[in-house]
């Protein structure tokens, strides 16, 4: 096989809190510093484009990633931030959430979603918490709106009716569409990186999953879409668009990262530790 066309790193859920493992959960918060502390060291020593987290950095609390930071700072690359659920968890909160300005601030985001090129390649950052009721306190507008979707879903006995998962807005939806467009229309194959998964069925889905992957269908641009959210991870294939779940980084006392080799007609997922690997076919 030739020489990938650009490489980049891939990890979820950090989720660090300073807290004894749950035995239940099997997550090993105090473990997610050294964890991340051996995938920074291993992206380091590889060509790599950049290095993508697909969200919940920390388990809650805001003040607990100060001492991730630290270490993704020591990275060669740039390094993409993606928002989870847990990242605007906030137990010193009166509300229960850090507010959204806060948590963009203390990860360095101007914006809650964006979009960055690489050569032949759009990839695309989305916020899949902003509607639901994740993001915003009880009572805002937001929070209302969030709170209808998921009864809506509930009304319909999906499994993912949860309280903690989310989906994109109206506007989000409409930028994404535009910038799925745009790459079409300019040669460029297209790569989402989000929290939440939409394929395949799952309990921790996106809330609007079957109707927002027939949507995405519609994009002949979208190749790939890359998620966290589920820490046993997974992988689906619709219409000719690859689902990948990484596996979190918290669960388990072993590391789960991996490096993603973009070639022309693929993408070769090298995974580490508990992530498997994967070979994924472009049409």
């Known amino acids: 096989m030739t020489d990938p066309i650009f490489s980049f790193g891939l990890l979820a859920d950090v989720q660090y809190a300073d807290d004894p493992t749950d035995i239940d959960t099997g997550r090993h918060y105090r473990e997610s510093p050294g964890k991340l502390r051996a995938a920074v060291d291993d992206f380091n020593s590889q060509d790599l484009a950049f290095v993508a987290h697909l969200g919940d950095f920390v388990d809650h609390d ?5 001492r991730l930071l630290t270490i993704t700072a020591d990275l060669s690359v740039p390094f993409h931030q993606v928002l989870g659920n847990h990242d605007f968890a906030s137990t010193s909160s009166t509300t229960g959430r850090s507010d959204p300005a806060d948590v963009l601030r203390a990860y360095g985001l101007p914006t809650a979603y964006y979009a960055f090129d690489q050569p032949g390649w759009r990839f695309l950052v989305l916020d899949t918490n902003e509607v639901g009721v994740i993001e915003y306190p009880p009572g805002s507008p937001q929070a209302a709106d969030g709170e209808a979707l998921l009864g809506r879903i509930r009304g319909q006995r999906r499994s993912n009716a949860r309280p903690w998962n989310g989906t994109i807005g109206a506007v989000q939806r409409q930028w994404l569409a535009d910038q799925l ?10 790569a989402v990186l989000a929290h ?4 395949p069925d799952h309990h921790d889905n ?15 641009a979208l190749a790939v879409w890359f998620n966290g959210h589920q820490h046993a991870g997974g992988y689906g294939r619709d ?7 990484l596996h979190g980084v918290v669960q388990g006392s072993s590391n789960a990262y991996a490096v993603a080799e973009v070639h022309p007609d693929r993408i070769v997922i ?5 992530q498997p690997s994967y070979e994924l076919l472009l049409d």
């Open 181 to 190: 467009q745009d790459a079409g229309e300019n040669g460029l194959r297209a």
């Open 270 to 274: 090298i995974g580490s530790g508990r």
């Open 62 to 66: 805001l003040a607990n990633a100060d």
């Open 196 to 199: 939440h998964a939409v394929c």
């Open 239 to 245: 219409r000719g668009i690859h689902y990948l779940t």
């Open 206 to 220: 996106l809330l609007d999953d079957h109707e927002l992957r027939d949507w995405l269908a519609d994009f002949g």
